[in-house]
């Protein structure tokens, strides 16, 4: 398995697993401050490898480009539920305002999304909330791509896709929805 240095927060490269429900309290679908239900979508795709997550890595750590960049590995709580991303700690410090805002991404196509970016100033770290479900989804991501994020302009980040597998599976709406 590769050991990740890229980002401050540790990726979850385990064995083959089938996508789906996590037991823990946090993926239950409520919103613990609110009570809400909140998003929540099911994965259909097949299963993944270790050699197909290590790829994925690998192509993504050969991009490069003059703008500043950060590389980020998808989690269930960034694809599936929450839709919560922590983008990377180095590219959040020396890149990115430190103060909450508007940004807007940008996947391959062109087509942009806004997004809030959310910086906590008591770790120095940021991320994407509100918007980012909407980006995810469209854009098919899944646990284990991985997302590299590429500031080209103030306050726009062209998003590049290494996907595990190449096939797209639709998402199945979690359970409670209709």
């Known amino acids: 398995m590769l050991e990740?240095?890229?980002?401050?927060i540790k990726s979850e490269l385990t064995s083959p697993i089938r996508l789906g429900v996590s037991k823990d309290v946090a993926r239950r679908g409520q919103n613990s401050a609110t009570g809400k239900r909140q998003l929540r979508v099911l994965s259909q795709r097949r299963l993944v490898t270790e050699i197909q997550k290590d790829n994925a890595l690998l192509r993504a750590k050969q991009f490069?480009?003059?703008n500043p960049f950060g590389l980020q590995i998808m989690k269930e709580s960034y694809v599936y539920v929450g839709f919560f991303l922590n983008l990377p700690c180095e590219f959040v410090r020396e890149c990115l305002p430190r103060a909450h805002r508007k940004?807007?991404?940008?996947n391959p196509q062109g087509k942009s999304w806004d997004v809030n970016y959310v910086y906590?100033?008591?770790r120095c770290v940021?991320?994407?909330s509100g918007g980012w479900g909407k980006f995810s989804l469209d854009n098919n991501l899944e646990k284990f791509d991985v997302c590299v994020f590429e500031l080209f302009s103030k306050d726009n980040i062209?998003?590049?896709i290494y996907r595990v597998v190449p096939?797209?599976?639709?998402?199945l709406p979690g359970p409670g929805k209709k």
């Open 4 to 8: 990740q240095s890229i980002s401050c």
């Open 64 to 66: 490069k480009s003059k």
């Open 103 to 106: 940004l807007k991404l940008w």
């Open 120 to 122: 906590y100033s008591e």
């Open 126 to 128: 940021g991320g994407l």
């Open 158 to 160: 062209k998003v590049h």
């Open 167 to 171: 096939e797209i599976t639709p998402f």
